[in-house]
């Protein structure tokens, strides 16, 4: 009875799109790290099982030998003969193997032990993706962990700045051409020039100075033409 319902669920995941059947899709699916187990019929080739062992080496899946010939297989995969199978989803694995386990405890129990927590991990990770989309629908955002009073550290005070010194005045005076003496004051240590021979600035220059003076009534001095 409970070999048929196995048979059945093979069946039941070859319809959902879940099972592989035959050495090239088997072994397509075990590299592509999409197998969860694969399972060999009780009368295939040593050099059939040579193969899945590689297959399930190379996609880290499980593979068991089942106590079903490869015409029984087939039968419950519509097809004359199966010698492997692989089942990709991790819920219907979980669930052929169990019963596999009911058939027969003492081989099957370490291999349903070990896909029960890769299907419970595989749900954790479901439930996580499912909440996660969730909350990027309603805006919603995970939560910041509240840091003990403690454990903040406190700040130290702000060092005061140093008053800034005054910038130095910057001297525009600009020095003398060579060769020409310098006007203005003089050194330490050399006396001023008197009033009489000090030189004339331009702007006391006058441009009548040697012109002659006008007589009053006379008009100009410049003798009239006859």
């Given amino acids: 009875m409970d070999s ?15 099972l592989a059947v035959g050495e090239e899709p088997v072994e397509a699916v075990a590299r592509a790290r999409d197998a969860r187990v694969l ?4 009368d295939a080739a040593d050099n059939t099982r040579r193969r899945v062992e ?4 190379a996609g880290q899946c499980l593979w ?6 490869k015409a029984e297989l087939g039968r419950a995969v519509g097809r004359s003969s199966a010698a492997v199978t692989a089942v990709t989803d991790i ?15 003492v081989k099957y129990d370490e291999a349903a032990a ?6 419970k991990r595989a749900a954790e990770r479901r439930a996580e993706q499912l ?8 805006g919603k955002r995970k939560p910041k962990k509240e840091v003990p009073e403690q454990a903040v550290p406190e700040k130290a005070a702000p060092k005061q700045a140093a008053p800034a010194k005054p910038a130095a005045r910057k001297d525009t005076r600009t020095a003398p051409a060579a060769g ?13 020039p008197s009033k009489g021979n000090r030189p004339k600035s331009r702007s006391a220059y006058n441009p009548y100075a040697h012109s002659r003076p006008v007589k009053k009534g006379k008009g100009s001095f410049r003798k009239q033409e006859t």
Avoid: M, Y
């Fill in 39 to 42: 399972l060999l019929a009780s």
């Fill in 180 to 192: 020409k003496p310098r006007t203005g004051r003089p050194g330490p240590g050399k006396s001023r």
């Fill in 54 to 57: 590689h297959f399930a080496e």
């Fill in 64 to 69: 068991l030998r089942v106590p079903f010939t």
């Fill in 4 to 18: 048929n319902r196995i048979l059945s669920l093979l069946g039941l995941a070859l319809r959902g799109g879940n």
């Fill in 131 to 138: 909440a996660h989309e969730k909350n990027l629908r309603t």
């Fill in 91 to 105: 819920g219907l694995a979980n669930t052929i193997v169990h019963r596999l386990a009911e058939l027969d405890p």
């Fill in 114 to 119: 070990k896909l029960e927590l890769k299907a």
